[in-house]
């Protein structure tokens, strides 16, 4: 219950104060982004055997399920690989981003500084997305670690 609040908060967080009340949608949507972000996690997890611990999670998060001790440990394990899978992601995005649009610059001698700042707008939506994600994953995170401590208890 309480992660569901703590991401309610967040994102009333981030829609409200922090783009000034301004339209969500398209300031911090670009599908693309989301999809190079996103995918890879989805990809690791699948192939390192840790997708369903990583469904698991959210099943723990929310109390509907009982699990033992190593469980909640491959759980957590696989959340925190989902966390820095995004993270990775997140900044390589950026880091192509960036290189495109700098690379764009000397294609453009009229309207220069709308080009370099529409394209490293975009750019910034990578680490955007990954922060969100490690933002939403990390209570996960913590809160299968403190499960762990009591089961061993």
Do not use: W
Not at 4 to 24: C, D, E, R
Not at 126 to 133: D, E, I, N, R
Request: aromatic share 14%.
């Amino acid at each position: 219950m309480f992660y569901f609040v703590y991401l309610v908060i967040v994102t009333l967080y981030t829609a409200l104060i922090g783009i000034g009340g301004q339209n969500l949608f398209s300031h911090f949507f670009d599908g693309a982004t989301l999809i190079f972000v996103l995918l890879p996690c989805i990809v690791v997890l699948f192939c390192t055997g840790q997708l369903k611990a990583f469904g698991r999670s959210f099943l723990l998060i929310f109390g509907k399920k009982s699990a033992s001790v190593s469980e909640c440990r491959e759980s957590a394990a696989s959340v925190k690989t989902a966390g820095t899978i995004t993270v990775i992601f997140g900044m390589m995005g950026f880091i192509i981003g960036m290189i495109n649009g700098l690379s764009s610059v000397s294609h453009m001698a009229s309207d220069m500084e709308y080009g370099i700042a529409r394209d490293a707008a975009v750019a910034l939506v990578s680490p955007f997305y990954a922060s969100v994600v490690c933002a939403a994953l990390l209570p996960l995170y913590f809160i299968i670690k403190k499960r762990i401590i009591a089961l061993e208890k």
